[in-house]
């Protein structure tokens, strides 16, 4: 028996500031066991998706009361070395607040090197080392520090762009969405969710069909979560076989959903 009714793969972007049309920030729908297809954005004279715009049309999907799974391609926490650092609690709606009171990537006209450099907010404040690796990234075999900035195949300008944007579906939303698994490693029935995804781990697994990479990654997961839910396999995803001792690590990291 499937757990959701449908299933979003978006493929995040860093890119230019949260109101600007970006090529990279691509977004796929399926429901129920349709193919997944893409969402344009909504009519204006932007061609592709704002950040802001993603954030706002997930709002007002997730407010239904349809079990979705939505899949988001950048870091939901940060290393446990980030928190001890700063003195953070280990809790992961405080590390949202702190992170966006230094890192105000939501704001409008906001590029993330605005802040890298010094130029707002506080973010020198809350730097992290290129080197430290949370420990679903050490499960991985490519998977790159969310502190690992300028280089081929990173996510950390995705992932310093859509943190804020986690905090505000958290807080928008008109339903409660379970941010897995910070909100518990068990979804309960008929809820919706928002988990990490790594689209590398599955974009082989599906013919790209004249897609380019970024819709291909956002195609991928959206069919992977699909496929996973609907073969009664994403359980054994949702529960990967961690130690108590890394579980509570996880718990306050996060985990890519699919590393197991």
Not at 207 to 223: F, I, L, S, V
């Amino acid at each position: 028996m499937t757990q959701f009714a449908r299933y979003i793969g978006i493929d995040y972007s860093g890119a230019v500031t949260p109101e600007s049309s970006c090529k990279g920030l691509r977004v796929y729908f399926a429901e129920g066991s349709g193919d997944p297809d893409p969402v344009p954005p909504p009519p204006s004279p932007r061609w592709y998706w704002t950040r802001r715009g993603v954030a706002e049309w997930l709002c007002n999907e997730l407010g239904s009361d349809i079990p979705t799974i939505v899949g988001i391609d950048h870091g939901f926490s940060f290393p446990i070395e980030y928190f001890d650092k700063y003195g953070l609690p280990r809790d992961w709606q405080s590390f949202l607040l702190d992170f966006q009171k230094h890192w105000p990537t939501h704001e409008p006209h906001t590029y993330i090197d605005f802040i890298r450099h010094g130029n707002m907010g506080d973010g020198l404040n809350r730097m992290g080392e290129s080197t430290w690796l949370r420990l679903t990234e050490r499960w991985t075999a490519t998977a790159k520090s969310v502190f690992m900035f300028d280089v081929q195949g990173s996510v950390a300008k995705s992932t310093f762009a859509g943190l804020p944007w986690l905090l505000y579906l958290r807080n928008w939303c008109k339903r409660p969405i379970h941010f897995w698994p910070f909100d518990g490693w068990e979804i309960p029935s008929g809820t919706s969710v928002v988990a990490e995804v790594y689209p590398a781990l599955w974009m082989r697994r599906f013919k790209k069909d004249g897609r380019d990479g970024d819709e291909h990654a956002a195609y991928a997961t959206a069919a992977w979560l699909q496929r996973a839910d609907r073969n009664d396999s994403l359980g054994n995803y949702l529960s990967p076989p961690l130690t108590p001792e890394e579980r509570q690590v996880a718990d306050i990291e996060g985990w890519i959903l699919g590393v197991v």
